[in-house]
């Protein structure tokens, strides 16, 4: 609906434009011209301006095709240059044939005079050329802001979820209970509980400055969180990994895996009376990284992706926009949901 309303706003702006550099001609040709030359002047005019409005169409469809807009300046300004004297040409060559079919005259087809018509018709492609590009660029500065105020805004919410539900008292009590039994029977994990739950809080601190971060600094994250977890679920619980090295430095949103865990423990392994398993896969796909966590349990009649994936999602949308793809499904008595993203790598 938006692309349809700028495409009619496009074509008003341009035939009116046209029409409008039409008029100025005709009213500075008006003057010098016989009563009974009037209609072909008119004629002349109104075809030149059909000329004008195909050609500078041809440059609108030329910059978007080949993305000029993402050149650096200089490079920008020589295409903008080189095309707009193309279309010059070849609009005076077209407007001369048109007045000599027209005028039944040729006598004005001398060098001097096409170059003089050319530079005056460069004049205005060159600014045809520059307000639609100025706008243009307007039109991708404001998309960009934004998406990066929703980006910010998602994110913001994301990681306000992710602090509620690794904060929250039934979290801490639970994780204390699992801390306070051992005390008196296993010291050494009691006091290997309480560091893990000190890093955890501490990282997940730490990261929520960080729209991206590396998988490597997001799996140590989701390891003191399953380990902490593993206290308190004991051997109902069993955590597999398979991390690709060339995946480790790859940059993903903030908390992505660990939203993805937290939903397998919250929603999968929490519900099971024997516990289960939690699978995280990451390896690359091509030029994409592929992230898998499997759980085990399964799906109801109606997938609800809850306040977390469903915020995950969003994110993942304003981040890569059609580059991403998300999925959750059920296969025997597991759950799988699986991210794939461009793999873009920091070192």
């Given at each position: 609906?938006?692309?349809?309303?700028?495409?009619?706003?496009?074509?008003?702006?341009?035939?009116?434009?046209?029409?409008?550099?039409?008029?100025?001609?005709?009213?500075?040709?008006?003057?010098?011209?016989?009563?009974?030359?009037?209609?072909?002047?008119?004629?002349?005019?109104?075809?030149?301006?059909?000329?004008?409005?195909?050609?500078?169409?041809?440059?609108?469809?030329?910059?978007?095709?080949?993305?000029?807009?993402?050149?650096?300046?200089?490079?920008?300004?020589?295409?903008?240059?080189?095309?707009?004297?193309?279309?010059?040409?070849?609009?005076?060559?077209?407007?001369?044939?048109?007045?000599?079919?027209?005028?039944?005259?040729?006598?004005?087809?001398?060098?001097?005079?096409?170059?003089?018509?050319?530079?005056?018709?460069?004049?205005?492609?060159?600014?045809?050329?520059?307000?639609?590009?100025?706008?243009?660029?307007?039109?991708?500065?404001?998309?960009?802001?934004?998406?990066?105020?929703?980006?910010?805004?998602?994110?913001?919410?994301?990681?306000?979820?992710?602090?509620?539900?690794?904060?929250?008292?039934?979290?801490?009590?639970?994780?204390?209970?699992?801390?306070?039994?051992?005390?008196?029977?296993?010291?050494?994990?009691?006091?290997?509980?309480?560091?893990?739950?000190?890093?955890?809080?501490?990282?997940?601190?730490?990261?929520?400055?960080?729209?991206?971060?590396?998988?490597?600094?997001?799996?140590?994250?989701?390891?003191?969180?399953?380990?902490?977890?593993?206290?308190?679920?004991?051997?109902?619980?069993?955590?597999?990994?398979?991390?690709?090295?060339?995946?480790?430095?790859?940059?993903?949103?903030?908390?992505?895996?660990?939203?993805?865990?937290?939903?397998?423990?919250?929603?999968?392994?929490?519900?099971?009376i024997n516990g289960?398993?939690?699978?995280?896969?990451?390896?690359?796909d091509e030029d994409?990284?592929?992230?898998?966590?499997?759980?085990?349990?399964?799906?109801?009649?109606?997938?609800?992706?809850?306040?977390?994936?469903?915020?995950?999602?969003?994110?993942?949308?304003?981040?890569?926009?059609?580059?991403?793809?998300?999925?959750?499904?059920?296969?025997?008595?597991?759950?799988?949901?699986?991210?794939?993203?461009?793999?873009?790598?920091?070192?």
């Amino acid at each position: 609906m938006e692309q349809e309303r700028k495409k009619i706003i496009y074509w008003i702006l341009q035939i009116l434009g046209w029409l409008m550099y039409g008029a100025l001609l005709f009213l500075a040709a008006y003057r010098n011209t016989n009563n009974q030359d009037i209609l072909k002047l008119v004629l002349n005019l109104f075809v030149s301006t059909l000329i004008g409005i195909l050609l500078s169409h041809f440059l609108r469809c030329r910059y978007i095709k080949k993305q000029y807009f993402h050149f650096n300046a200089p490079l920008l300004v020589s295409r903008i240059i080189f095309y707009s004297g193309l279309v010059s040409f070849v609009y005076t060559i077209a407007n001369k044939l048109l007045a000599s079919f027209i005028y039944l005259s040729f006598a004005k087809w001398d060098l001097l005079s096409i170059l003089l018509n050319t530079a005056s018709i460069f004049v205005v492609f060159i600014l045809w050329s520059s307000i639609y590009i100025t706008f243009h660029l307007f039109e991708e500065s404001r998309k960009k802001e934004i998406n990066n105020l929703l980006l910010t805004k998602t994110q913001a919410e994301l990681e306000l979820q992710n602090l509620r539900a690794q904060l929250n008292p039934h979290f801490l009590f639970n994780s204390l209970n699992a801390i306070r039994a051992l005390i008196e029977v296993e010291p050494a994990k009691a006091k290997n509980g309480i560091n893990l739950l000190s890093n955890l809080l501490r990282s997940t601190l730490k990261l929520n400055s960080d729209k991206l971060v590396p998988i490597h600094k997001e799996m140590e994250l989701v390891d003191a969180y399953l380990q902490l977890e593993k206290i308190r679920f004991e051997e109902r619980l069993e955590v597999r990994n398979s991390i690709d090295d060339s995946c480790l430095y790859i940059e993903i949103p903030a908390f992505t895996i660990q939203t993805l865990v937290e939903n397998s423990i919250k929603h999968g392994i929490s519900m099971l009376i024997n516990g289960g398993f939690i699978e995280i896969n990451v390896h690359k796909d091509e030029d994409f990284c592929r992230i898998v966590v499997v759980n085990s349990g399964t799906l109801g009649e109606k997938v609800d992706l809850g306040i977390g994936l469903d915020n995950l999602k969003k994110r993942l949308k304003l981040q890569y926009q059609d580059q991403f793809s998300f999925s959750i499904v059920s296969s025997g008595d597991c759950v799988e949901v699986a991210i794939k993203i461009p793999a873009n790598i920091s070192i």
